[in-house]
């Protein structure tokens, strides 16, 4: 397959009256490289729920333009009605996948800005607009929070030497695909890239929707980056033969206290990578932490249809493997205690130990950043 151009996950294209909204539509690859076009907010959350769109980051810029959509074309007598259109769509969007926090943070964000509008007097297209403005900002604002969070994460990550690469393992997909552009985890390893470091990257295939051998060994792949693709069960023994320097993931919701909800696979992969004393750093942005929850006890787990697990490909007609009619537990996520992560790597700062004092300081500082932006924007 020939390099594909890289567009942005969640984009949309033209003005806000005569634009549309574009995802990469990701089952299909790494087969080929494909768009879809979405124009109201349930096709959004479909595209949520499929996992043509996916990644906390993605779906939060996907849902803040399904906030949009949902009243682009209605037409509204008064501000409160916009308001009440726009709280109908966020619970509808929210539902469509209820771990990854990015989704209900962006949703809530832009109904508690149209609020406050509304409340000072815009009128209803006015208000249309700032929807629109709003979810532009928060895909732009993502992009800038990938680079300064692979900067504050390739700080900590030495390159290998001349003969000997450092090997990073990297669990599921963080990369372009997962975000709007650039990553979390995988924005880290494109940093150490960027800075010239002698880096090598085993990349588990990631059951069972395989997002590590469909997406993430295809971004590298266009990225010119050294890999090698594992079984998810070798980690551990890779590990244990000394082959593996540093673990790096995402995540899809950060508790309070630094317990991490991440892809199925996260919880052992720490514990083996505790017991081999390797490194491990969650790479995330604030919008993904969560302090209204005290632990990863407290995070609604989504479970998933059994075709997942059953056949080899996403579609489990194709490559079945178990029995017809085997019954299936499928956890789409675990949650990964605190005390087996080295560090939360942010856009603002690397936290450490006690999470609950250092995430609740790059939360305010992310909070600080924004304010002094609209306070900007305000002015100009």
């Given at each position: 397959m020939e390099k594909a151009k890289f567009y942005r996950s969640v984009y949309w294209t033209g003005d806000y009256k005569t634009g549309q909204l574009f995802m990469v539509d990701q089952p299909k690859l790494p087969a080929s490289f494909e768009t879809i076009t979405c124009t109201d907010a349930e096709a959004v959350a479909k595209c949520i729920k499929t996992m043509v769109v996916r990644g906390a980051p993605a779906i939060g810029a996907a849902g803040s333009y399904g906030m949009y959509l949902a009243v682009k074309e209605g037409s509204y007598a008064e501000a409160k009605d916009v308001v009440e259109?726009?709280?109908?769509?966020?619970?509808m969007l929210d539902a469509s996948r209820?771990?990854?926090?990015?989704?209900?943070?962006?949703?809530?964000?832009?109904?508690?800005?149209?609020?406050?509008?509304?409340?000072?007097?815009?009128?209803?297209?006015?208000?249309?607009?700032?929807?629109?403005?709003?979810?532009?900002?928060?895909?732009?604002?993502?992009?800038?929070?990938?680079?300064?969070?692979?900067?504050?994460?390739?700080?900590?990550?030495?390159?290998?030497?001349?003969?000997?690469?450092?090997?990073?393992?990297?669990?599921?997909?963080?990369?372009?695909?997962?975000?709007?552009?650039?990553?979390?985890?995988?924005?880290?390893?494109?940093?150490?890239?960027?800075q010239k470091k002698n880096i090598h990257v085993y990349v588990d295939e990631t059951r069972p929707r395989l997002q590590g051998a469909r997406l993430t060994a295809w971004e590298l792949q266009q990225a010119g980056i050294p890999q090698h693709l594992i079984c998810d069960s070798s980690s551990g023994f890779l590990m244990r033969k000394g082959m593996i320097d540093v673990c790096v993931f995402g995540a899809d919701r950060v508790t309070a206290n630094g317990d991490v909800a991440n892809k199925i696979g996260t919880y052992m992969l720490s514990i083996a990578a505790k017991e081999n004393d390797v490194k491990v750093y969650c790479a995330c942005p604030t919008s993904t932490i969560d302090l209204s929850l005290k632990s990863g006890d407290d995070i609604e787990i989504e479970q998933r249809g059994q075709d997942e697990v059953t056949?080899?490909?996403?579609?489990?007609?194709?490559?079945?493997?178990?029995?017809?009619?085997?019954?299936?537990?499928?956890?789409?996520?675990?949650?990964?205690?605190?005390?087996?992560?080295?560090?939360?790597?942010?856009?603002?700062?690397?936290?450490?130990?006690?999470?609950?004092?250092?995430?609740?300081?790059?939360?305010?500082?992310?909070?600080?950043?924004?304010?002094?932006?609209?306070?900007?924007?305000?002015?100009?």
């Open positions: 259109a726009l709280k109908k769509a966020k619970t209820p771990t990854a926090v990015n989704l209900s943070w962006a949703t809530k964000r832009i109904l508690e800005l149209i609020e406050a509008k509304a409340k000072g007097g815009a009128k209803p297209d006015q208000l249309k607009k700032l929807v629109w403005e709003e979810a532009t900002q928060i895909c732009d604002e993502d992009v800038a929070i990938n680079k300064r969070l692979g900067k504050f994460g390739a700080d900590l990550i030495p390159g290998g030497t001349p003969d000997k690469p450092t090997n990073l393992l990297h669990h599921c997909n963080t990369g372009r695909l997962a975000t709007v552009d650039y990553g979390t985890a995988l924005g880290i390893i494109y940093t150490l890239q960027e056949g080899l490909t996403i579609d489990a007609t194709k490559g079945q493997i178990a029995p017809t009619g085997v019954p299936v537990t499928n956890y789409a996520f675990d949650v990964t205690p605190a005390k087996y992560l080295t560090a939360i790597v942010t856009e603002e700062m690397v936290c450490y130990p006690p999470f609950e004092k250092s995430l609740a300081e790059a939360v305010a500082k992310a909070k600080a950043r924004l304010a002094t932006s609209r306070a900007e924007q305000k002015s100009a």
